[in-house]
């Protein structure tokens, strides 16, 4: 329609006809966009959907259509001590590396926003170097120092290495909110007698508080996802649940590891939803 | 006392707050790199330095090797399409998100964003699922519709491998993609209808070279991840199918080889480094028009 | 309090922001510091309020020399562009929160808040937070927040920037009430002329660092000592002594070639003329401002301003050839320095 409206020519049989085929032509563009649209939404959430509906599966192995209707793989997934033992370790190496990660990202976010300093420049890709590596490449590297100084692998080793790769996330998330943080609010904390240490606490920090939140949540979900780093670092002794995981893929093929991999979907997704309520999902997206 | 500690801190210029995450990545990010570096090129037993004579010996093994370079060839064309078929299956939802309303478009960020918070473990073992042998979710709706009478063998190849990187790789693409597409100008797209063309050109001439910057964001954040991930390729393409990072994993856990586990290590991260660059330098060579902004 | 500001000197790395700058401020004035964006005057504001360290010169507070002292340690009450007020609390927790950091007991922050939000006429909205009031409000907890504290003295930077034109006046007068009444010695800064002249007992005006003249509105306004002065407070044509000579009322003033005279607008006269002048020139332009008429006048390869009362003067047509001359000739000031692009 706006073709012919801005024509300053009367609309001829050339025009309309031109019109016409364009119409054609955006009809056809519009419905490929929308099936291709259509596809990636179904990409992004059916596989997830089928692991959860074969985990209730009856049959004694992975199959579609599910079967029946059974909890009896999550029950059986409870009774291993082996898989709840790894979930243990997942959750001290999870906690540990998100601790780890905000002690150290919050400061370091604070001084690079806020600090003139010769290097900053440099501090900064330093800081957020690590996101760029595989992290199979830091999880091999740290594997090869601890080597070089008899450090033996083990959960240590994992929350050290998952730290490096964490850092960039939490630092990221963190300067992103300080940036837009107006410095006059500190400044005016100053003015009314409150010391640097009372000013960060009382009023910067308050305000990070929803970033720190998502970046210490980000990290907690990676460092107890986490294979590649985990894979060279972790002990053989005590596995972290990725790791177990991995093997059971590998060499299970009973609906349990559906089943484990549903509780974890549905970890996502309540993670998802609370951070979502807390800080706004428009800030995951840094 | 610890507060006036913490106030001096502060107050010694910017950079104090900064040192234990500086000097925590000198320890535990820039040595081990550096021991890597070394391992690459010093022989090595067991994890223990034998002589510290330095030798290309590791590098020149591997670069004279047949089999390497189709290794690597392997490693390239899955990383190169999986990033395409990412792009193509991820700019069409990031356009849309930018046209519908305010409830869709969190759908649509609740549907991209979840993946990331599962695991990528997870989600290729969803692939396992669906593609696998004979009850696998497409072959039983395949044959239950009569289209094939034998199943078809999905699993352990190429097309699974990718299927599986474009899938788990997929939100790398869309968030990157919505970013730049909802801080567009629609102005230019009106006027460019205003000015007699059609929807589609204006699709392609208009929106597409303007969301140039998610594009090179989207499409190196991918291919680096495609390129040097060695789960999927394991589980996807299964025992035969080796990829440069594959090869690494086997040589450093398996074989126990670390001298050559540390030179594919690093020709990986190199590599993937030179390529990451190109498709920058490509991309920026397209985007000129953002350098007169300045 | 008195303010003793003395040789301020301000480096940026190689940019020399501040250059010798001394004000002396007498206990309860009210001066401004005007100029033109990067003029230096946030940054001296700054180095009196504690956030900058000069590079060289002193700050002295009531006879106590601050300028080493950190800002949470000087006792001033400033009041920000943007007001900073604390989002994550009340209206009445801004205020309290310098209280707090004093350690005063309860009921004293609750009787000196109530009183400080009084004295700003803002006491039903002490639990609303900042986000949820008017620009005027906010301005008003930030002033409130400021001296609810008792500084030394008030600071202001830009602090009538985000308000529109028509609160921005009702505001200034608001401002000036206040602090009268309170009896504080206040600094603000602005490139806002009006505002200037609305809410000082004294300016400094500042161009490229330095301090041009640092005097009443009036002296300001009738004898500037800069060209720049001149023409950044009010409208002005300044002329090189030679040219102004030319009017045959004034005749040679300012004995120095290098000088230049400041004539006001309505200062100046036109009346058309046919014969040859000592200073004539043609009407490019004419415009009615109320109860005058404002001329552009092209004359001796310049544009001047000449402001005329409409009572009793037809309005002449562009391109009407005008002589030129003043009204008084002692209004007319020589100055030193010049003007790019002067009017």
């Keep these: 329609m706006s073709e012919t409206m801005t024509t300053s020519r009367p609309a001829t049989a050339d025009v309309a006809e031109r019109g016409n085929a364009s119409k054609v032509i955006d009809r056809i563009g519009a419905t490929i966009l929308a099936i291709i649209a259509v596809c990636t939404v179904l990409l992004l959430s059916v596989p997830s959907l089928i692991v959860i509906a074969i985990s209730f599966t009856e049959t004694a192995y992975i199959g579609f259509p599910p079967q029946g209707f059974t909890f009896q793989w999550y029950a059986d997934l409870f009774a291993r001590d082996q898989i709840i033992d790894a979930a243990v370790t997942s959750l001290q190496i999870s906690a540990a590396t998100t601790c780890l990660s905000l002690a150290l990202a919050i400061p370091a976010a604070y001084g690079l926003v806020r600090g003139r300093f010769f290097g900053r420049g440099f501090a900064s890709a330093l800081i957020v170097a690590p996101q760029m590596l595989p992290g199979m490449v830091i999880g091999v590297a740290t594997l090869f120092f601890g080597a070089y100084i008899a450090f033996r692998q083990s959960n240590l080793m994992v929350i050290l290495a998952l730290t490096v790769f964490c850092l960039p996330f939490a630092v990221r998330m963190v300067m992103a909110r300080l940036t837009q943080l107006d410095p006059a609010l500190e400044e005016a904390s100053l003015s009314m007698g409150a010391s640097k240490t009372r000013t960060f606490f009382e009023i910067t920090a308050r305000q990070l508080v929803g970033a720190i939140i998502a970046g210490g949540a980000f990290v907690a979900i990676e460092a107890f996802d986490n294979l590649t780093v985990a894979l060279f670092t972790a002990s053989p002794r005590s596995r972290p649940l990725s790791v177990e995981l991995y093997n059971l893929v590998q060499f299970d093929s009973s609906p349990m590891v559906a089943a484990l991999s549903s509780l974890e979907i549905l970890a996502a997704f309540v993670v998802m939803i609370v951070l979502a309520k807390a800080v706004g999902l428009d800030r995951l997206r840094t | ?294 | 309090m008195p303010i003793e500001v003395a040789d301020i000197n301000k480096h940026f790395g190689k940019l020399h922001v501040l250059r010798d700058c001394s004000l002396s401020i007498r206990d309860g004035e009210t001066i401004t510091l005007l100029g033109a964006s990067g003029c230096g005057k946030t940054t001296l504001l700054r180095c009196i309020a504690g956030f900058e360290t000069p590079s060289s010169g002193k700050v002295v507070l009531g006879g106590e020399d601050v300028t080493r002292l950190p800002p949470n340690q000087r006792g001033v009450g400033f009041v920000f562009q943007n007001y900073a007020l604390f989002p994550h609390m009340t209206v009445a927790e801004n205020l309290a929160y310098g209280l707090r950091v004093r350690r005063a007991d309860r009921s004293t922050r609750k009787a000196k808040v109530e009183e400080a939000l009084a004295l700003v006429s803002l006491t039903e909205f002490a639990d609303r937070y900042p986000q949820s009031l008017s620009g005027g409000q906010q301005q008003r907890v930030a002033i409130a927040r400021a001296l609810v504290l008792r500084p030394k003295v008030l600071l202001l930077d830009e602090a009538f920037n985000a308000l529109d034109a028509k609160l921005r006046v009702a505001m200034q007068i608001e401002l000036r009430k206040i602090v009268k009444q309170v009896g504080i010695t206040t600094i603000c800064v602005t490139h806002d002329q009006t505002e200037a002249l609305t809410i000082s007992d004294r300016i400094a005006v500042m161009s490229k660092g330095q301090i041009d003249q640092f005097a009443t509105p009036t002296e300001i306004y009738d004898t500037p000592t800069t060209a720049y002065v001149a023409d950044f407070i009010g409208a002005a044509n300044v002329l090189p002594a030679e040219l102004a000579a030319k009017l045959p009322s004034l005749g040679a003033r300012g004995s120095r070639e290098d000088r230049m005279i400041v004539i006001r607008p309505e200062n100046l006269t036109v009346r058309p003329t046919k014969g040859s002048e000592p200073l004539a020139g043609t009407i490019a332009f004419a415009r009615i401002t109320g109860p005058s008429v404002e001329y552009e006048v092209e004359a001796a390869e310049r544009k001047l301003r000449v402001l005329v009362s409409r009572a009793d003067h037809d309005m002449l047509d562009i391109g009407t050839p005008v002589a030129l001359d003043v009204d008084k000739a002692d209004a007319c000031v020589a100055v030193s320095g010049s003007v790019e692009g002067s009017a």
């Design chain 2, 1 to 294: 006392m610890a507060a006036s500690l913490v106030d001096k801190v502060m107050k010694g210029g910017g950079f104090w707050p900064a040192a234990p995450a500086f000097l925590y990545l000198v320890v535990f990010f820039i040595m081990p790199m550096a021991v890597l570096l070394a391992f690459g090129f010093v022989p090595i037993q067991r994890g223990t330095v034998q002589s510290a004579n330095f030798t290309l010996e590791y590098l020149f093994d591997v670069l004279t090797d047949d089999l390497f370079w189709r290794v690597w060839w392997r490693s390239f064309y899955v990383g190169v399409l999986s990033t395409f078929f990412c792009f193509l299956f991820a700019y069409p939802l990031a356009y849309i998100h930018t046209l519908v309303g305010r409830r869709l478009q969190m759908v649509i960020l609740i549907l991209t964003v979840a993946p990331l918070l599962t695991s990528a473990l997870v989600r290729t073992y969803a692939w396992l699922v669906i593609l696998g042998g004979r009850r696998g979710v497409v072959n039983a709706v395949l044959m239950d519709l009569g289209l094939v009478s034998r199943p078809l063998r999905m699993l352990y190849s190429d097309f699974a491998v990718i299927v599986g990187m474009v899938q788990i790789h997929l939100p790398f693409m869309i968030l990157p993609l919505i970013t730049v597409l909802s801080s567009r100008d629609r102005k230019l797209e009106h006027a460019s209808l205003g000015l007699g063309a059609s929807r589609v050109r204006t699709f392609f001439r208009i929106v597409l070279p303007m969301s140039m910057p998610g594009i090179i964001a989207g499409t190196t954040i991918v291919f680096a991840l495609s390129y040097t991930n060695f789960i999927i390729p394991q589980l996807l393409g299964g025992g035969g199918y080796t990829t440069v990072a594959v090869q690494v994993y086997e040589f450093i856990v398996v074989i126990l080889d670390w001298n050559k586990g540390a030179i594919l290590a690093l020709l990986l991260l190199v590599s993937c480094f030179l390529f990451v660059l190109m498709i920058t330098l490509a991309g920026n060579r397209m985007m000129r028009w953002t350098e007169a902004k300045a």
